[in-house]
């Protein structure tokens, strides 16, 4: 097994960017699309490229993962797994919710017009009812570290899947599987069922069961290099699905369709948005981008404790900038450029901090020699 650089470079890449894809929601009029400050003025390019950002950039992070849990799993024990998931995944969810989220929230009720304290917010967060767990009522909320916590979760449900696909009885099985689905386009069929899962309405986009079904997937994935190199072929293929799939999706998202058929074939269509460009991407990446370098091992060390924390700093930039009499263009790129710059140097801060940087999922390891694993990944 070798160093997947490119699963590195993809993962890190989605990551970093989702400070553009909330910013993009900071300038969305739609109360669907959840971020807690918010201009007054609705920008439509905005719109439209986090709409697309937002069709499949989680659900590829949680194809990654099933990747890393396969990779992770070949050279740690169960209890070293387990270890190191409760510190890298649940000690920074709790962090998160305890001490950043309720900040995000109580920037919300300032900008509602609510003249209540930090204090009284802040045990308002976890005494009020969650209600739909936005925390737009002040109530509690995961807010972006859902994922976390979706990925702590998974990887305790999925371990015996996990254990049993590593082993021996497995080998038969996955050798048909990998014989078969290196047909061409045959990947596809992976995604219909992912279709339907969303047929059983738990949480809207966020449905557990379907994300798990992600996890699963890249799991297999990880257990043949014949998945890796199928994506790589029919790359092109993917990419022209999915640029097709976008026309439609965009063409008929504000149309008012009447019949039964054409509710039901849009959101098809708007489901497989999600895993088709996941494809063309984890192809595409391991052709052209699958090399190693000092940018690579640094951003892909501090992606995640980034992840953990942009969102406050966000909240915090965008709270004071949209006050600006600018035009949104100029907002979006101020608080894009200082989302980054704080966001970075918090996480120099952080990881100069022993025993604070842990909190956020920064983890100090030994340097090892031919690693096979990809050990920043969650």
Known sequence: MQRNYDIDWLRTLIVITIIHFHAFIIFNQNPEAIMYVKDMTNVLA?????????????????????????????????????????????????????????????????????????????????????????????????????????????????????????????????????????????LCLLAVPYCFIYLIEILNEKNPIAYFYLILIGCIFATDARYIKALNRDKWIYLALSVFMFILFFRYKNSDIESTFGIYSFAFIEKLLKIIPAYALIGLFNCYINKNSRFLKYLSTACYPIYVIHMVILTAIGFNVIKFNLSPVFKFFIIVIASYSFCFLIYELLRRSRYIGILFGIQRKKTKTNTTILENIV
């Open 46 to 186: 905005f719109n439209n490229i986090g709409g697309v950002l937002d069709r499949f950039n989680m659900a590829t992070l949680f194809l990654l993962s099933g990747i890393t849990i396969y990779y992770s799993l070949q050279s740690r024990s169960i209890k070293a797994f387990l270890s190191e998931r409760f510190k890298k995944l649940l000690l920074p969810f709790l962090t998160g919710s305890i001490l950043l989220n309720p900040i995000m929230t109580y920037f919300w009720s300032m900008n509602q017009g609510d003249s209540e304290s930090f204090t009284e917010h802040y045990i308002g967060f976890f005494t009020k009812n969650v209600g739909g767990l936005d925390g737009l009522n002040g109530g509690y909320t995961p807010a972006h570290l859902w994922f976390v916590l979706y990925l702590f979760i998974f990887s305790l449900m999925g371990l015996p899947f996990f254990l049993w696909l590593k082993s021996n009885k497995s080998e038969r099985i996955r050798n048909s599987l990998a014989v078969f689905f290196f047909k061409p386009v045959v």
